[in-house]
């Protein structure tokens, strides 16, 4: 047989990203084609969606398997039909892109046609943009799908593993997967950043082929204000009459070009990936003089200063002062709001400022401010070190010393950054307000270094200095700062005083008086969440983050949702803790400060671990250990505490000694001197269960004495919670379970006060094995229940399997309990003479041995035996033997 002839690329069917279930339909409607039974199909969606890919596929595999394709077009089916070119009886595949562009002549003729797919071995596959379909062409449809007639498909948006497969794994995939919309044509244009020349961006050239000039100019001007837009300003922008910008957008509008957004007295074009395609085709002189026209209209209306500036950052004029003096105002305005728009304002702006002027040093110190809240902090380092000194030069303020110690803190640099600030409060007086920022970074800095006293000291300076000046968002910073410097002074009851303060000022400021500081909700939910104070730190982290999303404050919002996720995850909300890491791996892998990855990566760890998926532990472990090697070296608080938790996981994993040794080596000895109480007795609570695990009881009584004594210092819930447990398992080595288990209880109950689920959970299964050990056989199994439904709730499907698997041990014995109560209570219903029959045959002597004892016949013993057998419910000689024995070890 030939070989056929190659059809070329076009007729292969080409892979098809992100539609497996429609490909996998057209297939199967192919095979029934084949078979002699047709059917009419429609693809609807938006522009872009992938309705044309569906259709070219269909239309490749009819062709690879020698089935006559008519289309693409609607006319064309038509023309060849009518043309007869198909043989009567034989199947054929009818495709018609683009339905929206039905003449309405053709209407009888495209329902004549659907209902031929149903009679005839005919697959007719329609693809249509639901926007732009004409009444009569929808009435038709859905009389088709009333009649089934018609199957209608909706494409939805591609994934994000599907949009990675159709754009490969480029760094902005998640920011450009949902500015998409999931949109594979919108994905293409915006992975390829707007490039009109790309080929996803040539199908929207294509659309503006037939627009006239009005309608074209009308376009340009919406692409160029990047904003939804009234008629009014659209017309007087593009040069047009009020009458002629209506008209244009109604043509615009029918095409589904521009739509109307919120009411249809503002209009945009349908998409930003289409906007940027349309602007950047427009003639560059020609952009300029529309952003210039469109900022001139826009002071006229007296619009918001920053509408203005977005134009003049793509038009200033150098020759026009005013134009500098609207970037610097807007950046002002916007330096909270909008960092990322503030920065574009500024670095519009300082090419046109005079050298070593105050306007270009107070631009330079903005634009470093606002490089520091969009998570750039070694540019805006780089910026400021461009400058005269920072500290003591006449022309500096204390603005400028505060952002640059916060950008060497925010790269890790802790000794530059106090140093930094010792030299700025050196020159400011003690009752300048504007200090107050400069002591709450150094308390930062003094917490991390583990010096409480100076940490204390700085916070209650700022917090004084805010109070005076009525800035209740920086006083509740300094009051949080004070908090954690209490708790880790073991000054539990000024701690709670000061945190509760702070949440009150916190709780009580509006949104945007917290966008000037959000150091200040970072703040309080972390201290809330050191206190235990779980449900109020993940309210007011969940804000935090909210704000950090909407005004891209970027910096914070990894140090925010590590610390939401750690929360979370106490709290058992094991797959939210997951989700909210998921969140943070979008902003972190541009962190350049050691300690976000670390405890990110460390908290990761401690979830993961609770899970039972593929590889769970294996990959806990990893993370753990990726932690620990970004601490190095280093001795600050959070470095000590990342390889106490990888000790931690070790230890959860089964590797009990190798766990010993990180936990020790992390604490700093067998004193555990590096860890202050609150950490102190979870240290001991992970040593006890060690200890436990080793079977050695002079330990677990060390390390119950150790966290006792943290006790004495730091009272609270949660320390009091481990304490109790370690007291439990030294108790338990010294099988004094009575004991064991009243510590257990108190230990649930501190547990439980400070919303650790999880180690409820842990510590239930622990009590319920004491009280089975005990006999408390009813107690065992309700602590089961209990810790099975926390487990659950807590969605940590390791502590549900473990405790289900416990729960099944404990019934096996309870059984086995039960069978031997039966034998038992059997026994004792066997007359005399039976149960010395019977306890002779338990030794294994035969019958006329036993009869020789006795002294009766053997005829005797064995209806004796008989009788034994039949009260006993067994059937041989092994199994009276059993039952007797267990019945007399019962005894």
């Not at 949902?178 to 044509?185: F, K, R, V, W, Y």
């Not at 460390?602 to 472990?621: C, F, G, K, M």
Request: hydrophobic share 45%.
């Amino acid at each position: 047989m030939p070989t056929p002839p190659d059809r070329g690329a076009a007729d292969r069917p080409r892979q098809v990203i992100g539609r497996a279930a429609e490909v996998s339909a057209l297939d199967s409607a192919l095979m029934r084609l084949q078979a002699g039974r047709g059917r009419a199909i429609a693809v609807a969606g938006e522009p872009g969606i992938g309705k044309s890919t569906l259709v070219t596929h269909l239309a490749a595999r009819a062709r690879a398997a020698g089935i006559q394709v008519l289309g693409p077009a609607f006319g064309d089916v038509i023309v060849a039909m009518g043309a007869g070119v198909t043989p009567p009886g034989s199947p054929v595949v009818a495709v018609a892109d683009e339905l929206h562009r039905i003449a309405s002549d053709d209407l009888p003729a495209l329902e004549r046609l659907i209902r031929a797919a149903t009679d005839a071995p005919m697959l007719l596959l329609l693809a249509y943009r639901r926007r732009q379909l004409a009444p009569a062409v929808a009435a038709a449809v859905s009389r088709a799908v009333a009649a089934d007639l018609l199957d209608v498909w909706e494409l939805g948006p591609l994934s994000r593993d599907e949009a990675r497969a159709l754009v490969g794994d480029i760094p902005r995939l998640a920011t450009v997967h949902e500015a998409s919309g999931g949109n594979p044509q919108y994905l293409r244009i915006l992975s390829a950043d707007g490039d009109p020349h790309a080929d996803a961006a040539r199908a929207v050239v294509g659309e503006l082929a037939e627009l006239d000039h009005t309608a074209l100019t009308t376009l340009q001007t919406l692409a160029v204000l990047g904003e939804p837009a009234h008629p009014q300003l659209i017309a007087a922008v593009a040069g047009l009459s009020a009458d002629e910008a209506l008209d244009a957008l109604d043509s615009l509008t029918r095409l589904d070009i521009v739509r109307p957004t919120g009411t249809i007295a503002r209009f945009a074009v349908r998409h930003p990936a289409v906007s940027e395609v349309v602007y950047r085709r427009i003639d560059p002189g020609s952009r300029i003089t529309i952003h210039l026209r469109a900022e001139s209209v826009l002071a006229s209306q007296a619009a918001p200063i920053a509408r203005r500036a977005h134009h003049l950052t793509r038009a200033a004029d150098p020759s026009r002062p005013e134009h500098t003096a609207t970037l610097l105002a807007a950046a002002r305005l916007t330096i909270h709001t909008a960092p990322a728009d503030a920065a574009r304002y500024l670095q519009a702006a300082l090419p046109q400022l005079q050298e070593n002027s105050p306007e270009q040093r107070e631009a330079q110190v903005l634009l470093a401010r606002a490089q520091l809240l969009t998570g750039q902090a070694s540019e805006g380092r780089n910026l400021l070190h461009t400058l005269p000194a920072i500290v003591g030069n006449p022309t500096g303020d204390v603005t400028a010393v505060a952002v640059a110690g916060r950008l060497e803190r925010q790269l890790g640099q802790l000794s530059e950054s106090a140093a930094i600030l010792r030299s700025g409060l050196a020159s400011v007086p003690d009752d300048d307000s504007a200090a107050a920022a400069l002591h709450s970074m150094q308390a930062d800095n003094a917490l991390d270094q583990a010096d409480y006293v100076r940490a204390r000291q700085h916070a209650e300076v700022a917090a004084a200095l805010a109070h005076g000046v009525h800035d209740t968002v920086g006083e509740a910073l300094a009051q949080a700062q004070a908090a954690m410097a209490l708790l880790s002074s073991d000054e539990l009851d000024a701690a709670e005083v000061a945190i509760t303060q702070a949440a009150e000022l916190v709780d009580a400021a509006s949104d945007a008086a917290l966008l000037r500081n959000l150091e200040a909700v970072y703040q309080l939910g972390f201290s809330e969440t050191m206190l235990s104070r779980l449900a109020d730190g993940e309210r007011h982290l969940i804000r935090g983050a909210a704000l950090s999303r909407r005004s891209g404050q970027t910096y914070i919002l990894p140090m925010i949702l590590k610390t939401l996720a750690d929360t979370q995850a106490r709290a058992g909300s094991v797959k939210r803790a997951l989700a909210t890491l998921d969140e943070a791996d979008l902003y972190v892998e541009n962190a350049e400060n050691p300690a976000t990855k670390a405890i990110l990566a460390i908290i990761r760890a401690s979830a993961l671990v609770w899970t039972n998926e593929d590889d769970a532990q294996r990959r806990a472990l990893a993370w753990a250990d990726q932690a620990a090697a970004w601490t190095e070296t280093r001795t600050t608080v959070w470095a000590v505490v990342v390889r106490c938790r990888r000790a931690e996981i070790v230890l959860l994993a089964g590797d009990t000694s190798r766990a010993g040794r990180l936990l020790l080596e992390a604490a700093g000895g067998p004193d555990l001197p590096n860890l202050i109480a609150a950490r102190r007795t979870r240290s001991c609570d992970a040593l006890s269960e060690i200890a436990l695990r080793e079977k050695d009881p002079l330990a677990a009584d060390r390390w119950a004495a150790l966290a006792e004594a943290s006790l004495e210092q730091l009272p609270s819930a949660s320390t009091r919670a481990f304490a109790f447990r370690a007291r439990m398992r030294a108790q338990w080595l010294r099988d004094d379970l009575k004991a064991a288990l009243a510590s257990a209880q108190q230990a649930v109950e501190g547990f439980t006060a400070s919303g650790e689920r999880i180690e409820v959970c842990r510590t239930l299964s622990e009590a319920a094995t004491l009280a089975a050990a005990l006999g408390h056989h009813r107690q065992a199994r309700d602590w089961l229940d209990r810790a099975t439904t926390l487990a659950e709730q807590c969605e940590a499907t390791l502590l549900v399997d473990e405790t289900t698997k416990q729960r099944t041990r404990l019934a096996e014995k309870a059984a086995e309990r039960s069978v031997q109560r039966e034998a038992t209570d059997a026994l004792a219903a066997l007359t005399t003479r039976e149960r010395e029959i019977a306890a002779l045959a338990s030794t294994g002597v035969t019958s006329v041995q036993i009869a020789e004892r006795l002294f009766l016949s053997r005829r005797t013993v064995d209806a004796h035996l008989g009788q034994i057998y039949r009260k006993l419910g067994v059937s041989s000689r092994a199994a009276l033997i059993r039952t007797v024995l267990d019945a007399e070890a019962r005894g």
